[in-house]
Nanobody, 119 residues
Framework: VQLVESGGGLVQAGGSLSLSCVAS????????MGWFRQAPGKERILVAR????????YYADSVKGRFTISKDNSKNTVYLQMNNLKPEDTAVYYC?????????????WGQGTQVTVSS
């Protein structure tokens, strides 16, 4: 499985960005896809995830009401719409895929895309 993210960039506080992640390869067993982020000097954390079959979602408290995760099964693509961005959202954002049923272990990762929010 290969994951390719796109859509990062520089935006002012209060602005919006949309990230995309296209999965290719052996994606038929996808159980969950998620977006993680890692800020300088900090651990990588889960921002949002979506289960492939029923579209059930989860959001970290820090992004609830501002970020929306969605997917297009036909395109094997997951999106992250980020609104009302804050400087603390600045990080490298990674797409991840988990293929084990009923598990939130992520076995595949994208290369990451930089999101920078200026104040």
């Amino acid at each position: 499985v290969q994951l390719v993210e796109s859509g990062g960039g520089l935006v002012q506080a209060g602005g919006s960005l949309s990230l995309s992640c296209v999965a290719s390869g052996r994606t038929f067993s996808t159980y969950v896809m998620g977006w993680f982020r890692q800020a300088p000097g900090k651990e990588r954390i889960l921002v949002a995830r979506i289960r492939w079959r029923d579209s059930s979602t989860y959001y970290a408290d820090s992004v609830k009401g501002r970020f929306t995760i969605s997917k297009d099964n036909s395109k094997n693509t997951v999106y992250l719409q980020m609104n009302n961005l804050k400087p603390e959202d600045t990080a490298v954002y990674y797409c991840a895929l988990g293929g084990v049923p009923f598990s939130y272990e992520y076995g595949y990762w994208g290369q990451g895309t930089q999101v920078t929010v200026s104040s």
